[in-house]
């Protein structure tokens, strides 16, 4: 069987690695610095809905609702399935709220409207200016886990895993990619890897790895800065009912509460620091939701490039769609064997698996159906115990 080589150790790596071993393939991922430190280490941990794109991106809403329904039947140890509420502070919110129910009926997304009284049933810490509240089944997961799940599935079916072995460059023939250079952090040491598909899955960072490929993604870095705060302020998933623009989400994670988010567009991920202007203007927005976030204690504030698609110059980053695509290289660079994952949300993460091992199958000449919509992934305390 075909010896399939990703490169990128964060979610997406480790989803197309547990479906291309269900689907009998040799696999073997390379990720430059320790698994999940780049964007999946550190994004807030929202499992998605999708309504918060409903209105202005249903593609993404849909995947992320189509996505939600099955990791909390293939991942359930990894999430906390405890809703959200999409909630009205003043007459702008109230305005949306027509379209917003439309959308989400528009995209599959289940809605429950909500009093004022009845939401703060629920939750005492919303504003006191509370005019309604609208309950969506978002959810929070661990932003860890959830991929060590997909990680240590993978591994029990004889998956390799090289952390800490960065690509320095691509070996060609004949219009095709044929194997990696590799640089072993570890052991200070260079060697080559052979192949029959090379997959580009390094989320924010895969422009850097095309561009040693000599090719370009139309992809560009999205940062966004969020806080932790100290206490659990609320026990859902707290949105602002509008169109998604910037520090509009609260989400509990165990006994902290992170608040986000904000977003611009970063030439090079490893550039990036959070401005510290966006920390009060994050705190403000979202203490207009609960009071509390604005004196809570600031446990941590960190910042996280989203891989966004970028098809134009000057775009308004919170307008850039969330969903993800496919690119065979042979097809859009006349370079063979090798293929790009970019876009996306950590909630779509299996979804963006799925597309990229139907591709590679196509390319391999094979007919295997993916598995994993349905294959209940292991704990992840197997990842360290598996050869």
Not at 237 to 248: K, M, P, S
Request: proline residues 5%; hydrophobic residues 40%; glycine residues 8%.
């Amino acid at each position: 069987m075909e010896h399939i080589i990703i490169i990128g150790g964060g979610g997406t790596g480790a989803a197309l690695a547990h479906d291309l071993t269900l689907r009998g393939f040799t696999v073997s991922l390379f990720e430059r610095g320790e698994f999940l430190s780049g964007t999946t280490g550190r994004h807030h941990g929202l499992l998605h809905s999708g309504a918060r794109y409903a209105a202005h991106d249903p593609v993404a809403a849909r995947e992320c609702i189509q996505e939600n329904t099955i990791l909390r039947k293939i991942a359930p140890q990894a999430l906390e399935a405890n809703d959200g509420l999409f909630v009205a502070i003043n007459e702008s919110d109230l305005a949306f709220r027509r379209e917003f129910l439309d959308s989400c009926r528009d995209c599959n997304i289940p809605t429950e409207e909500l009093s004022a009284e009845q939401a703060c049933s629920f939750e005492p810490a919303l504003s006191p200016n509370l005019k309604l509240a609208i309950r969506i089944p978002d959810a929070t997961m661990d932003a860890w886990r959830l991929p060590m799940h997909f990680f240590a599935s993978a591994r029990a079916n004889g998956a390799k895993f090289h952390n800490f072995s960065e690509i320095t460059g691509f070996h060609k023939a004949h219009g095709a990619v044929t194997g990696i250079r590799v640089f072993d952090h570890t052991n200070h040491r260079e060697y080559d890897v052979k192949g029959d598909v090379f997959v580009n899955a390094a989320g924010a960072w895969a422009g850097q790895i095309c561009s040693k490929a000599g090719i370009k993604l139309p992809l560009q870095p999205g940062p966004g800065v969020m806080v932790a705060v100290n206490g659990r302020l609320t026990d859902m998933v707290i949105n602002r009912l509008n169109r998604a623009g910037e520090a509009d989400i609260i989400i509990p994670q165990r006994g902290l509460t992170v608040l986000g988010t904000t977003v611009w567009l970063a030439a090079d991920p490893d550039k990036v620091k959070a401005p510290p202007e966006h920390v009060s203007k994050i705190r403000d927005l979202c203490a207009e939701m609960v009071p509390a976030a604005k004196a809570a204690p600031i446990h941590s504030i960190w910042s996280a490039p989203r891989p966004l698609i970028v098809q134009q110059d000057a775009q308004d980053p919170t307008r850039i769609s969330r969903t993800f695509d496919c690119f065979d290289h042979k097809e859009r660079d006349n370079l063979d064997g090798l293929i790009s994952m970019i876009g996306g949300k950590a909630t779509t993460l299996r979804a963006m698996a799925e597309q990229a091992a139907d591709l590679i199958c196509k390319k391999t000449g094979r007919e295997i159906a993916c598995r994993t919509q349905t294959e209940k992934l292991l704990h992840y305390r197997i990842f360290y115990k598996a050869n």
